[in-house]
């Protein structure tokens, strides 16, 4: 059974510093991953999605990382600032279909300006 | 494009009363959509797949005779909260996938229920 984790559960960070979430997912046999961003009561918006035969997408000042055999993915943000803080989820397909989605536990970012 | 709306975006019903939910995808059509359920500070979960004209499939553990899943369209799915009980309230969130196959999902901005 898959199971998805992200280390740290929350994190808080002075304004323009650079920081790494972390995905951690037992099965290697993903097709892709997808990071989503939270906000406070608010639905998911999608930052990045890489696909199985890749090892890194790049938007903006972010930038998520696949190493499908250590079963681990980053997502890298550069030069935070406030309005980057929310949570960050990664997810995956899993069951053997490709778009019925596993979400990991989340990282509560907060951004200190 | 591939914006997906909810409606309500919140709802107060009393225990025992049903409330129907609703998910449109704006801009595209949706051969499937899907239902999530977020508790406080907690991630989201599934609860169904909804495929268009065709019965909900409902993940372990969720009773398909209390959430039940319409897909009547291309552009519609509903989920219904039948005799609502305050352990029911949470934040439910659809997404759904486009015809060409794109196995992005796309998520809409989520309902908050509470029940009284």
């Known amino acids: 059974k898959q199971e998805v984790t992200q280390i740290p559960a929350a994190l808080s960070v002075p304004e323009g510093e650079n920081l790494v979430l972390n995905c951690s997912f037992t099965?290697?046999?993903?097709?892709?991953l997808q990071w989503f961003r939270q906000d406070p009561g608010k639905g998911l918006t999608s930052l990045l999605l890489?696909?199985?035969?890749?090892r890194e997408q790049t938007s903006g000042r972010l930038n998520a990382s696949l190493d499908k055999s250590s079963g681990r993915s980053t997502l890298y943000i550069a030069a935070s600032q406030p309005g980057d803080s929310a949570t960050y989820l990664c997810?995956?397909?899993?069951?053997?279909?490709?778009?019925?989605?596993?979400f990991g536990t989340g990282t509560l970012l907060a951004v200190q300006p | 494009g591939a914006v997906v709306s909810q409606h309500p975006s919140r709802v107060i019903c009393k225990s025992g009363t049903s409330v129907k939910i609703e998910c449109r995808s704006l801009d595209f059509q949706a051969t499937t959509m899907f239902w999530y359920r977020q508790f406080p500070k907690q991630s989201l979960m599934l609860m169904a797949t909804?495929?268009?004209?065709?019965?909900?499939?409902?993940e372990q553990g969720v009773e398909k005779d209390k959430f039940l899943i319409n897909h009547a369209s291309l552009t519609l799915s509903t989920l219904t909260v039948t005799s609502a009980h305050p352990e029911d309230s949470s934040f439910y969130i659809c997404?759904?996938?486009?015809?060409?196959?794109?196995?992005?999902?796309?998520f809409g901005p989520g309902t908050r229920l509470t029940v009284t």
């Open positions: 997810a995956l397909p899993y069951g053997g279909a490709t778009n019925k989605l596993i």
């Open positions: 099965d290697s046999a993903i097709y892709n």
């Open positions: 997404s759904a996938i486009g015809l060409a196959g794109d196995y992005e999902q796309y």
């Open positions: 890489i696909q199985s035969s890749q």
């Open positions: 909804s495929n268009e004209g065709s019965k909900a499939t409902y």
